[in-house]
């Protein structure tokens, strides 16, 4: 006997990320990379950073950074999101609040939360992998979230009843969604909340590029639509999940969930089960930083990665062959690009690598039906402008020599 004989069936469904198996390639410096979704580290404010930890490891305050703390989270922090969360239309108290280690720990605790084996989850096609990758532990079945389309929420109740469960969420990236680029607008996002409440379930709302908006109108988060419309969060169905990975660090792992109370309380028992709390020190120093300087830095940001993103749509525009089309984001860190039927977007990374050295994400693994074959991710956010005109450029050769295999 081995010990994987006796793994829960749930281990089954597992799998290993191809982005983070495709981030190793950052370390090879002859690779040109769009892989990974990942911020530039010489934009992280670093000496910032460095001057909240050693403030917090002052003989006044280094017994509450380096001490266990509340389930919740550091009430300073909580406070500070409390404020932020206002400026986008969020009315909510800190009991609303909850600090992950990084929203994907918050994924996992919802798909924990809310999902029985045999229950529905609505995604996009394509989605989040990470989302895919947190749910399946807790054994979904997934169906395609269709906002803009006339499918009736009969539908979905009655597919969902058909495969043994029932409908517990909607799970959406509304604004710049990984890995489309694309945002819901308005009116699109008035439509989910309608559907939601018709198969009376929940929304979780994946804010992780809210705040990386290079151009066009703001559109309120979804939370902010319903609590107009129901007058208070406690009455709400959407879950808002934030995060600090994308504009002050990753490394640093402090996520936050902003839901009706007793969604956090549910939440709290289960980080309590799973870590206790996020880091004390991480959660004192990202406060202390999001403190001083959030707003100018993540208008910093905003600059440095629009340049970025106009430079791989000009450089797109220029070099790619007919029949390929990409999205035209508005912000975060994406380009999706959907090659001509017959291409296959995984071979062609095996191609790319060996011949041109640009490496992409293969647009499959973001189908929870494994579909999706003819189509990739690019990343623009950690590639100078240089370097992107030269990887489209290499990578509209490769495509011009002829079709690739399916």
């Not at 419309?229 to 902003?258: D, H, M, N, Q």
């Not at 440095?304 to 790619?320: C, E, F, I």
Request: charged share 20%.
């Amino acid at each position: 006997m081995t010990l994987e004989q006796i793994f829960a069936t749930r281990a089954a469904r597992l799998k290993a990320s191809e982005i983070r198996e495709l981030l190793k390639l950052l370390d090879q410096p002859d690779i040109l990379s769009f892989a990974g979704g990942i911020p530039d580290p010489s934009l992280f404010p670093a000496e910032a950073f460095s001057k909240a930890f050693s403030e917090a490891l002052t003989p006044s305050r280094q017994a509450q950074a380096l001490q266990y703390s509340v389930s919740e989270g550091y009430l300073p922090l909580r406070r500070w999101l409390v404020n932020h969360m206002e400026t986008i239309g969020v009315p909510c108290t800190v009991d609303n609040i909850l600090i992950t280690s990084g929203s994907q720990q918050a994924l996992d605790y919802l798909g924990k939360l809310f999902l029985s084996p045999g229950d529905t989850a609505l995604v996009g096609w394509p989605t989040y992998l990470g989302a895919l990758a947190a749910f399946n532990a807790y054994e979904p079945v997934y169906d395609r979230l269709r906002i803009g389309t006339n499918r009736a929420p009969a539908d979905y109740i009655a597919a969902a009843e058909a495969a043994g469960g029932r409908i517990k969420f909607a799970y959406l990236s509304a604004d710049f969604s990984n890995p489309t680029g694309e945002t819901v607008d308005h009116a699109g996002r008035e439509r989910l909340l309608d559907q939601a409440e018709t198969m009376d379930c929940a929304v979780i709302e994946d804010a992780a590029y809210q705040a990386l908006r290079y151009d066009g109108a703001p559109v309120p988060p979804i939370l902010a639509l319903e609590i107009a419309r129901k007058g208070t969060i406690e009455a709400c169905r959407t879950i808002y999940c934030g995060s600090f990975s994308k504009t002050l660090s990753p490394g640093l792992r402090v996520g936050w969930v902003v839901a009706p109370q007793p969604v956090i309380r549910q939440l709290v028992l289960l980080k309590q089960a799973a870590d206790l709390h996020s880091s004390s020190i991480n959660q004192i120093a990202i406060h202390t930083v999001a403190e001083r300087l959030f707003d100018s830095h993540v208008a910093e940001l905003r600059s440095v990665y629009q340049r970025r993103r106009d430079a791989m749509l000009d450089a797109l525009a220029r070099h790619m062959p007919d029949g390929v089309t990409w999205t035209q984001p508005e912000g975060g860190m994406f380009v999706w690009l959907t090659l001509p039927e017959g291409q296959d977007g995984a071979a062609l990374l095996a191609r790319s690598l060996e011949s041109v050295k640009v490496a992409f994400v293969p647009g499959r693994a973001f189908f929870a039906d494994g579909s999706g074959a003819n189509s990739l991710r690019l990343s623009f956010s950690c590639a100078s402008e240089p370097t992107i005109e030269e990887g489209m450029k290499r990578l509209g050769v490769l495509l011009r020599e002829g079709k690739l295999a399916s």
